[in-house]
């Protein structure tokens, strides 16, 4: 079936990825992305859709005149648009509160007027910093793991599930998604629109302007790339803190599935991320990159934590592997070789910002 779909947030890093891979696996549907290109980088997407047939529209979600149910006839609506660094609720909240949290407002009335499916993507920042540091870990050599033993409802050796405790603070970002989830809930109730939540761990690929506070996996790669030097920031500076990765193809094949069975999983709430199988802690990232770049970096350790930050997370995605029949093909390494190999053959275009 032919679909018009709306990408908001379209020329960031996740959203132009599903826009060209949904336009690659279906070229009959009808792509728009919307995005105010704030973040350095995204303006670099434009000649891609233009290449693909996918129309680019410049606009912002924090104004309702931009989503203006008389300019769009869309079936479905992906919602990429957040602001996503958790340390910018710290330094400057103002941006952050009025994207992730009106922006979700404006996007929801859009959805009710024309009658849109929303598929929201959300972070797994929702849990509460308390509760995630809470979590009975062991120490190796490499890495913190999680511990057999745990008190907490909704962790396990596999990670997070759906359950873990929502109860404490989880960031100025965490907070405005979980909000943006509550509204979303509401509106299906009260007006009838079918959503799914996707609760994102750390996502990665190519075409990613990392950054200290968001994209830590290409920001590794890059820095091993341009031979910046880096920092272990927290834990004593050791790299011991542990996330997983999930390569944005394996996301863009999650929500294919979910796409052609909307009705099936309207409503639900899942965890998707890498898994315990894809997880790095920052100390065998650098050894992974320097085998792949053959550059020796120095490092710097840092021993203080920084505010939000959290020793380990990964993501317990069982049930949306259960709900779907979906499960992460791309490992750490096949991830950290495509965004080498990336930046290696767009080197003089992404210098500026990745180095």
């Not at 105010?36 to 047939?53: H, I, T, V």
């Not at 404490?168 to 939540?197: D, N, V």
């Not at 990392?210 to 004593?236: M, N, P, R």
């Not at 995605?317 to 390494?333: C, E, M, V, Y």
Request: glycine residues 8%; negative net charge; aromatic residues 8%.
């Amino acid at each position: 079936m032919t679909q018009n779909i709306l990408i908001l947030g379209g020329a960031g890093f996740i959203g132009s990825s599903l826009a060209i891979g949904l336009k690659q696996r279906h070229p009959d549907w009808k792509i728009t992305c919307l995005d105010n290109l704030r973040r350095r980088g995204s303006e670099l997407n434009l000649s891609r859709f233009k290449a693909c047939d996918i129309q680019f529209i410049h606009g912002d979600i924090r104004f309702p005149s931009d989503l203006d149910s008389s300019i769009f006839d869309v079936e479905k609506i992906i919602d990429c648009s957040a602001e996503p660094s958790v340390l910018a609720g710290f330094t400057s909240p103002q941006y952050m509160l009025h994207t992730n949290l009106l922006g979700t407002i404006n996007i929801l009335e859009l959805a009710r007027e024309i009658k849109a499916d929303l598929l929201f993507l959300s972070t797994s920042r929702v849990y509460p910093i308390e509760a995630l540091k809470s979590i009975h870990l062991t120490e190796s050599d490499t890495r913190f793991d999680i511990a057999k033993h745990q008190e907490t409802l909704g962790i396990s050796e596999l990670g997070i599930a759906e359950n873990f405790p929502l109860h404490g603070a989880r960031s100025l970002y965490g907070t405005t998604k979980l909000a943006s989830e509550l509204l979303i809930e509401e509106y299906r109730q009260a007006y009838g629109i079918r959503a799914i939540i996707n609760r994102c761990g750390v996502v990665a690929g190519s075409w990613q302007m990392g950054k200290v506070d968001q994209g830590v996996f290409t920001l590794w790669v890059a820095a091993h790339y341009f031979q910046k030097s880096l920092s272990y920031i927290g834990y004593g500076g050791t790299g011991k803190q542990v996330r997983d990765v999930l390569n944005v193809r394996d996301l863009l094949e999650l929500i294919d599935v979910q796409f052609a069975r909307f009705s099936e999983l309207d409503g639900e709430i899942l965890n998707v991320g890498g898994g315990v199988k894809n997880s790095l802690s920052l100390w065998e990232t650098t050894q992974l990159c320097q085998a792949i770049t053959g550059n020796t970096i120095p490092i710097h350790p840092v021993p203080e934590e920084r505010p939000g930050d959290v020793p380990l997370f990964i993501t317990d995605s069982s049930r949306a592997i259960a709900q779907t029949g979906w499960k992460p093909k791309l490992n750490p390494r096949e991830t950290l070789e495509e965004i080498y190999q990336w930046i290696s053959e767009n080197e003089k275009m992404v210098r500026a910002i990745l180095a």
